[in-house]
C-alpha cells in the first residue's frame, strides 16, 4: 500500500531532455516528457488505441507521439492528433498526473488531482544556494522497498558495521550516541551526538582531522518518502555540543525514496558542501564518498529485501535502536488508514 495523495519525486531536472523518460512510481507506469516550451509533463505510459508504451515514441510540437502508430498525445493526456483521422473520439486520452519542477527535482502526485496543493512539497530550495552549499546529485534503483531505505536512515546504528570504509566510524560510538527524537507535523526529527568520538575515513579524507571529534547527525523524516540530513564535526572539546558549530565539517544531504513498486524503489540524493564550498574538489571528493556509502545501503537493503520476500516478517523483532523507526512506521500507518477512510466515505 501506497500514500497516495503525496508529492513524489518523478525525476532530477536535468534527467529529463528531449527524449521521453519511462519510469514506474508506486506501481503504475509512467512517461514524463517535455514540451517544445520546456515545460515537464507525465501521463500513463500506455496508449489507447493498443496499449503500446508512449515512451517508446518522440516529442513533437504538439506533444508526445506515439511510436507505433502516430497518435499525439499534450501534456494533459488527451489525444490531439490522429494521423489518417481528423476527428477524435472523446475516449481518446490517458491519465495525466498533476507535474511541479522546483528545486532542481521534478514532483508528480499521484493521487486526486484536485487535492494536489503545491505548498506540501518540501523546502529543498538549499540546494540551489551554491554560495553556502555546493550541491551534487544522483539516482540509484534500488531492488528493495522505500519503507526499508527509510528504515535504514532512521536507525543510524548500522553505521559502525556496513560503513566502515566510508562514513561508518566506531559502533559503540555509534550504539551508546546521545539521542533526541520528536515527532514533527509532518513526520519525526532526531538528533544524535557522539562526542570524543575518532573521525570516520570520509571525514579525514574530506576535512583533515587529525584527531578525535564531536560529531552531530540531525536527521528528519518528511512523510511519505523524503528525509532532511543535517551533519556536522569539530576538533572534540571546542564547544560544537555547547551550541557552536561555526566552522568545522558541515554538510547537509537530501534522500528522496519514491516507491516504484511494493519492493522496489528509486533512491534520489544530493550532498551539499558547507564547509567549502567555493572547492570544487572537495565537494567532488565528498559526493564520490557518499555514493559508495549509499551503495553499501543499496546493497544491504536488497539482500534484506530477498530474504523478507522468501520469509516475511513475522519473525521479526525489535530492539532499542529501532525507536525513531518504529514512530515512523505508526505515522506511516496512520496515513494510510486516514486515506483509507477518506475513500471508502467517497
Same mark, same amino acid.
Given at each position: ?7 513524489? $519525486?518523478?525525476? @532530477?531536472?536535468? !534527467?529529463?531532455?528531449? =527524449?521521453?523518460? *519511462? /519510469?514506474? &512510481? ?79 527535482? $521534478?514532483?508528480? @502526485?499521484?493521487? !486526486?488531482?484536485?487535492? =494536489?496543493?503545491? *505548498? /506540501?512539497? &518540501? ?224
Amino acid at each position: 500500500m501506497f500514500v497516495r495523495n503525496s508529492w513524489y $519525486i518523478a525525476a @532530477w531536472g536535468d !534527467e529529463l531532455g528531449q =527524449a521521453p523518460l *519511462a /519510469r514506474r &512510481i508506486l506501481g503504475e507506469p509512467v512517461v514524463l516528457f517535455r514540451d517544445k516550451s520546456g515545460k515537464a509533463a507525465a501521463i500513463a505510459d500506455r496508449c489507447c488505441h493498443r496499449g503500446t508504451p508512449l515512451s517508446l515514441g518522440e516529442v513533437v510540437e504538439s506533444g508526445l507521439q506515439c511510436g507505433y502508430h502516430g497518435m499525439v498525445f499534450d501534456g494533459a493526456g488527451r489525444c490531439v492528433q490522429i494521423p489518417g483521422q481528423d476527428k477524435i473520439p472523446a475516449s481518446a486520452f490517458v491519465p495525466a498526473y498533476p507535474v511541479i519542477e522546483r528545486d532542481h527535482f $521534478i514532483w508528480i @502526485w499521484m493521487g !486526486e488531482a484536485a487535492k =494536489a496543493d503545491p *505548498a /506540501r512539497i &518540501i523546502d529543498a530550495s538549499y540546494h540551489d544556494d551554491a554560495g553556502h552549499w555546493a550541491e551534487r546529485h544522483d539516482r540509484l534503483h534500488i531492488a528493495g522497498s522505500y519503507l526499508l531505505m527509510i528504515d535504514n536512515l532512521m536507525d543510524l546504528t548500522h553505521l559502525g558495521y556496513v560503513h566502515r570504509r566510508t562514513i561508518g566510524g566506531n559502533p559503540s560510538q555509534h550504539v551508546n550516541a546521545k539521542m533526541e527524537t520528536a515527532r514533527t507535523q509532518t513526520g519525526v526529527r532526531f538528533t544524535r551526538w557522539m562526542l570524543n568520538s575518532p573521525p570516520p575515513p570520509t571525514y579525514v579524507k574530506a576535512y583533515g582531522f587529525k584527531g578525535r571529534i564531536d560529531r552531530w547527525q540531525e536527521f528528519e523524516w518528511v512523510a511519505p518518502s523524503n528525509v532532511l540530513q543535517w551533519t556536522g564535526a569539530k576538533d572534540a572539546g571546542t564547544g560544537a555540543y555547547e551550541g557552536n558549530r561555526a566552522g568545522g565539517f558541515q554538510f547537509k544531504v537530501f534522500h528522496g525514496l519514491t516507491p516504484e513498486t511494493e519492493t522496489s524503489c528509486h533512491y534520489y540524493f544530493a550532498t551539499a558542501n558547507g564547509w567549502a564550498p567555493e572547492n570544487d574538489a572537495a565537494s567532488d571528493l565528498f559526493f564520490r564518498e557518499s555514493r559508495e556509502t549509499f551503495r553499501e545501503d543499496k546493497n544491504v537493503v536488497e539482500q534484506q529485501q530477498a530474504r523478507l520476500d522468501e520469509f516475511g516478517e513475522d519473525w521479526l523483532v525489535n530492539i532499542v535502536s529501532d525507536g525513531t523507526r518504529v514512530q515512523m512506521r505508526r505515522v506511516l500507518d496512520g496515513m494510510l488508514a486516514d486515506e483509507r477512510r477518506t475513500m471508502a466515505a467517497e
